[in-house]
């Protein structure tokens, strides 16, 4: 089993608690609330007609062509799918980095050097940056990523944390030999419908629809996802109510001692003297949060929903 956060079937077995506030993973923890589903969206095969509203949808609000856009089961599906259809042997990954990656590249019999700067990305068959990046939330402008991108043979970019800062975004201005991933359900809250995109040449997504098969999104996902990606303002009020309850996460925090290290809309990264500790001393409240085995001063945070939930963590903190 690779590393992930949302694994709080491991924290109630260790912790035997069952009212877990899950704060390991950049999910919005106040979601888009969907209309109920239509009889077709549950009982009948999607169509392409349903694919197409979907991608045409996602096109206008991402800035290009609809048949530059394919709807996948979840960014996680565009991460297993790209390996096979680039052509190459050696692959590098700006680490440290969501891990997925760098495992669907070796999986697949790539090379894979994970390396530490945008530097030492070039030259390779195929790059992968994450923008902004999980877990420390670095950023690069679309520029920075197109300068990038002259300098290797394919890059990937993981946009999954994205949907908050617009103006990070590739995809409007896409090189030719750039491949954008999109999560549904970090920024919209609704992980479990398992909806993401690959934004790319058409020859290429042609290359990854045959390999995901038929119906490879769900009627419900393909109906919610147009709801949603259509309600500008939700997204609008999101990105603000997200705004101010990160930064009120960061002031209980770092009033702890504990030094905030970066982070994205969607999570905050701090810096402390043992992780391990300090996750343990959280879950004994029954909050669940992210640690990571190569760096055992980084823990990770997502954002609490409501003052509740923040009351529940600053009174962990405090004990």
């Known amino acids: 089993m690779r590393d992930h956060g949302g694994n709080i079937d491991h924290a109630a077995k260790r912790f035997g608690r069952s009212d877990w506030i899950d704060l390991s993973t950049g999910i919005n923890r106040n979601p888009f609330i969907p209309a109920p589903l239509s009889h077709h969206a549950l009982t009948a095969l999607p169509t392409g007609a349903d694919e197409a509203r979907l991608r045409q949808i996602a096109a206008e609000l991402y800035g290009c062509t609809a048949d530059e856009v394919l709807p996948l089961a979840g960014a996680s599906a565009g991460i297993q799918l790209l390996p096979h259809e680039i052509a190459g042997q050696q692959a590098a990954v700006l680490s440290p980095t969501y891990n997925e990656h760098a495992a669907s590249l070796r999986a697949s019999g790539w090379q894979v050097a994970e390396v530490p700067t945008v530097e030492a990305l070039a030259g390779a068959d195929v790059a992968v940056i994450v923008n902004p990046n999980n877990p420390d939330g670095r950023e690069w402008t679309p520029a920075q990523i197109a300068a990038l991108a002259s300098g290797v043979g394919h890059l990937i970019v993981d946009e999954s944390f994205a ?56 009627g419900p996902a393909l109906e919610i996802g147009a709801a949603a990606l259509q309600d500008r303002d939700w997204a609008l009020d999101t990105v603000v109510m997200l705004s101010e309850t990160s930064l009120y996460l960061d002031s209980i925090v770092t009033a702890q001692g504990w030094a905030l290290e970066g982070g994205t809309h969607l999570f905050r990264l701090y810096r ?19 640690i990571f085995p190569n760096r055992p001063d980084w823990i990770r945070l997502g954002i609490p929903a409501d003052l509740s939930e923040f009351r529940r963590l600053q009174a962990a903190l405090e004990t």
């Open 272 to 290: 402390v003297p043992e992780a391990a500790a300090a996750r343990d001393q959280l879950a004994r409240a029954g909050i669940w949060s992210r």
């Open 163 to 218: 949907d908050p800062r617009p103006d990070l975004s590739v995809i409007p201005t896409r090189p030719a030999n750039v491949t954008v991933l999109r999560s549904f359900g970090k920024f919209w809250g609704l992980a479990g419908l398992r909806l993401g995109f690959a934004i790319g040449t058409p020859d290429l997504l042609e290359g990854m629809s045959r390999r995901a098969g038929p119906w490879s999104v769900s």
